[in-house]
């Protein structure tokens, strides 16, 4: 196991007693060959390697860009969100750690089995309503009195975020997140035994001038079918060979065609000076640098693509395609 990292305040101390002969380096030396122990608290068993922590704080992340987008377009005011941790604790010990009347959202993710808790603190939770309701998103703390127009509101809204998260999670498992519960009282919630290993991402949030945390719990039994999918192998393996759907394919070429684009035919170009613009007058003429033998440029958004030569077809006026200019340029540029 790597060693502890002291914070400064216990360098500084250690520092200090060195320097002052209360401790004596020699003795930490002999110590240090000494067989460390550690203790081994089998209530925290660690089931989540490091690697796959990363990849649940990777996706978190993403899933953080998403909701501070979607939810700064629903409240129409600033909001930030960051992943401030990941860790996995006994499920417990989450229940312990959250206040004891706050807004507990819990999902179904089916095809996953389980479901995950998300947890919102009073101070967002009460910011986000204020500003449904045409507030400055103000914070007040009245969670044993939610009506029900409140709880309506804020279910909405939490609800419509489902699609953030199941994008967010689409690089490991398509799942179909559904709201099934709404709560105020964690104590009425057990998904999990107590010792159940459970892993917590805990959000940063900022709404306007209100801050707070966002809490998401995992318990184990949900992410124990896609664990493998959770290592660095995976996501690398999964990049390199990740190939393009036919599907997919058809449906981008379709989307393409669709697209609008301005065509335009240029007849000719000619040049003049200021002056002969400013006395311009009916009849007069402008010579251009066209030859009625040579072949027009047909311009796609600006930019030419073909030569071409006028007619008609059906009596509306028309050009035909003679070759396609190379580059996209023009031969004297």
């Given at each position: 196991m790597p060693d502890e990292v002291l914070s400064q305040s216990e360098i500084d101390a250690l520092l200090s007693a060195l320097s002052s002969g209360e401790m004596d380096a020699?003795?930490?030396?002999?110590?240090?060959?000494?067989?460390?122990?550690?203790?081994?608290?089998?209530?925290?068993?660690?089931?989540?390697?490091?690697?796959?922590?990363?990849?649940?704080?990777?996706?978190h992340d993403n899933f953080a860009r998403l909701l501070s987008t979607y939810f700064s377009a629903?409240?129409?005011?600033y909001v930030d969100?960051?992943?401030?941790?990941?860790?996995?604790?006994?499920?417990?010990?989450?229940?312990?750690?959250?206040?004891?009347?706050?807004?507990?959202?819990?999902?179904?993710?089916?095809?996953?089995?389980?479901?995950?808790?998300?947890?919102?603190?009073?101070?967002?939770?009460?910011?986000?309503?204020?500003?449904?309701l045409g507030g400055k998103g103000n914070s007040v703390n009245k969670i044993d009195t939610l009506t029900e127009i409140e709880t309506s509101l804020m279910s909405q809204l939490f609800e419509k975020a489902l699609d953030n998260?199941?994008?967010?999670?689409?690089?490991?498992?398509?799942?179909?997140p559904i709201l099934e519960d709404f709560e105020v009282n964690p104590q009425f919630l057990q998904l999990?035994?107590?010792?159940?290993?459970?892993?917590?991402?805990?959000?940063?949030?900022?709404?306007?001038?209100?801050?707070?945390?966002?809490?998401i719990c995992i318990p184990h039994?949900?992410?124990?079918?896609?664990?493998?999918?959770?290592?660095?192998?995976?996501?690398?393996?999964?990049?390199?060979?990740?190939e393009r759907k036919p599907e997919e394919y058809e449906s981008i070429s379709k989307n393409i065609e669709k697209a609008p684009m301005n065509l335009s035919v240029v007849l000719g170009k000619g040049s003049i000076?200021?002056?002969?613009?400013?006395?311009?007058?009916?009849d007069d003429t402008i010579l251009l640098d066209q030859s009625i033998d040579d072949p027009l440029v047909l311009e796609v958004d600006q930019i030419p693509k073909f030569y071409v030569q006028p007619g008609k077809k059906k009596s509306k006026i028309a050009v035909q395609v003679l070759e396609e200019i190379k580059g996209g340029d023009y031969d004297d540029e």
């Amino acid at each position: 196991m790597p060693d502890e990292v002291l914070s400064q305040s216990e360098i500084d101390a250690l520092l200090s007693a060195l320097s002052s002969g209360e401790m004596d380096a020699n003795q930490l030396k002999e110590e240090e060959k000494d067989k460390k122990v550690k203790v081994y608290d089998f209530k925290r068993a660690l089931r989540f390697s490091k690697d796959q922590i990363r990849s649940i704080s990777r996706i978190h992340d993403n899933f953080a860009r998403l909701l501070s987008t979607y939810f700064s377009a629903q409240l129409r005011t600033y909001v930030d969100i960051d992943v401030a941790s990941v860790d996995q604790i006994p499920y417990e010990e989450f229940i312990r750690s959250i206040p004891t009347m706050t807004i507990l959202n819990v999902y179904s993710v089916a095809p996953l089995d389980g479901r995950i808790i998300f947890e919102f603190n009073p101070n967002i939770a009460y910011a986000m309503l204020d500003r449904m309701l045409g507030g400055k998103g103000n914070s007040v703390n009245k969670i044993d009195t939610l009506t029900e127009i409140e709880t309506s509101l804020m279910s909405q809204l939490f609800e419509k975020a489902l699609d953030n998260l199941q994008e967010a999670w689409g690089t490991v498992a398509e799942i179909d997140p559904i709201l099934e519960d709404f709560e105020v009282n964690p104590q009425f919630l057990q998904l999990v035994s107590p010792n159940e290993t459970v892993v917590v991402v805990s959000l940063d949030t900022t709404i306007g001038e209100s801050s707070g945390m966002i809490n998401i719990c995992i318990p184990h039994v949900v992410l124990e079918p896609i664990i493998p999918k959770l290592s660095v192998h995976y996501w690398m393996q999964n990049e390199n060979t990740k190939e393009r759907k036919p599907e997919e394919y058809e449906s981008i070429s379709k989307n393409i065609e669709k697209a609008p684009m301005n065509l335009s035919v240029v007849l000719g170009k000619g040049s003049i000076t200021v002056e002969e613009l400013l006395f311009l007058g009916n009849d007069d003429t402008i010579l251009l640098d066209q030859s009625i033998d040579d072949p027009l440029v047909l311009e796609v958004d600006q930019i030419p693509k073909f030569y071409v030569q006028p007619g008609k077809k059906k009596s509306k006026i028309a050009v035909q395609v003679l070759e396609e200019i190379k580059g996209g340029d023009y031969d004297d540029e």
